[in-house]
């Protein structure tokens, strides 16, 4: 037998509770302005990594924030709304398809973090006159941060505000990726948003690779096609 309403709220309640916690412990109690740092878009052939930096009042009430892959894309969209709202900076990075070709994925997803955290420390600084005072990543470090700095293995289940930034990233590409399948129709990017599904493989084999696709992920099809 499933849970009823008022267990499923109690239990969103408990959960928010134990992130706000973690994160409370994780900087400090007296710290105000603790950014939590995700990103989405490592693994897929086509579109931009984007990482997102979020920064939460300390009286932050809204339940359900969580592991953005653990939500329905209705509760995302609806959260994600939340968190703008609420939110005391939120600061977006990317790095597209060419710099990731430039550069590797590793290294275009830090870049895009650090972008993401000087939006939002710039936004903190314009709003309340504040500079960031800890980030939190999920499970990345970043070298010559002006801020201290947390990783935390599996950060978007367990830091509320990395949590957030997941959400906010995964909402931000996804829409991305539903205006590109606009411009490039072949390889279905509103339902695969870039990752290498049947279709999207289909769309290759049939249309080729389109300026959003990453050349180093498909170094192989690539080959194949210029022999």
Same mark, same amino acid.
């Given at each position: 037998?499933?849970?009823?309403?008022?267990?499923?709220?109690?239990?969103?309640?408990?959960?928010?509770?134990?992130?706000?916690?973690?994160?409370?412990?994780?900087?400090?109690?007296?710290?105000?302005?603790?950014?939590?740092?995700?990103? $989405?878009?490592? %693994?897929?052939?086509?579109?931009?990594? *984007? =990482? @997102? +930096?979020?920064?939460?009042? #300390?009286? /932050?009430?809204?339940?359900?924030?969580?592991?953005?892959?653990?939500?329905?894309?209705?509760?995302?969209?609806?959260?994600?709304?939340?968190?703008?709202?609420?939110?005391?900076?939120?600061?977006?990075?990317?790095?597209?398809?060419?710099?990731?070709?430039?550069?590797?994925?590793?290294?275009?997803?830090?870049?895009?973090?650090?972008?993401?955290?000087?939006?939002?420390?710039?936004?903190?600084?314009?709003?309340?006159?504040?500079?960031?005072?800890?980030?939190?990543?999920?499970?990345?470090?970043?070298?010559?941060?002006?801020?201290?700095?947390?990783? $935390?293995?599996? %950060?978007?289940?367990?830091?509320?505000? *990395? =949590? @957030? +930034?997941?959400?906010?990233? #995964?909402? /931000?590409?996804?829409?991305?990726?539903?205006?590109?399948?606009?411009?490039?129709?072949?390889?279905?990017?509103?339902?695969?948003?870039?990752?290498?599904?049947?279709?999207?493989?289909?769309?290759?084999?049939?249309?080729?690779?389109?300026?959003?696709?990453?050349?180093?992920?498909?170094?192989?099809?690539?080959?194949?096609?210029?022999?």
């Amino acid at each position: 037998m499933g849970m009823t309403k008022e267990e499923r709220n109690r239990q969103l309640q408990k959960k928010l509770v134990e992130m706000k916690e973690f994160d409370q412990k994780t900087a400090g109690r007296d710290i105000l302005y603790v950014a939590g740092v995700d990103e $989405v878009g490592r %693994g897929p052939l086509a579109g931009p990594v *984007v =990482a @997102a +930096a979020v920064v939460l009042p #300390k009286d /932050f009430s809204t339940p359900g924030i969580d592991d953005s892959k653990k939500l329905s894309e209705k509760k995302r969209i609806e959260l994600d709304v939340e968190i703008r709202r609420e939110a005391l900076a939120i600061g977006i990075g990317m790095a597209d398809n060419r710099k990731i070709d430039e550069i590797n994925i590793l290294e275009a997803t830090k870049l895009a973090m650090r972008e993401a955290l000087f939006q939002a420390d710039k936004s903190l600084f314009e709003s309340a006159g504040e500079h960031l005072q800890h980030v939190i990543f999920d499970a990345v470090t970043l070298k010559d941060l002006d801020y201290p700095q947390t990783a $935390v293995i599996k %950060g978007d289940s367990k830091s509320l505000c *990395v =949590a @957030a +930034a997941s959400i906010v990233a #995964k909402v /931000f590409r996804d829409s991305m990726m539903t205006e590109y399948a606009e411009k490039y129709p072949d390889y279905a990017f509103e339902k695969n948003k870039g990752y290498g599904t049947k279709a999207h493989y289909e769309g290759i084999k049939t249309a080729g690779i389109c300026p959003i696709h990453r050349r180093s992920f498909l170094k192989n099809i690539i080959a194949g096609k210029e022999q």
